[in-house]
């Protein structure tokens, strides 16, 4: 037959889920896309050049 957890142990057992619950989401959170390189301001330049022809079309 089961014996039963003791109250200790069952609040024991919910803080190192949540522990492990935390740890799980910062590591996802850190583990995003890299970011993009910088093209600078040529690439800036022709994506507006790109919409006013779009607008003008």
Do not use: C, F, K, W
């Amino acid at each position: 037959m089961l014996e039963r957890t003791s109250t200790t142990e069952r609040y024991a057992r919910g803080v190192i889920a949540a522990v492990v619950a935390v740890l799980a989401l910062v590591l996802a959170a850190n583990a995003g896309p890299a970011r993009a390189a910088d093209h600078g301001p040529s690439r800036q330049a022709e994506q507006v050049r790109q919409v006013g022809d779009l607008q003008r079309s």
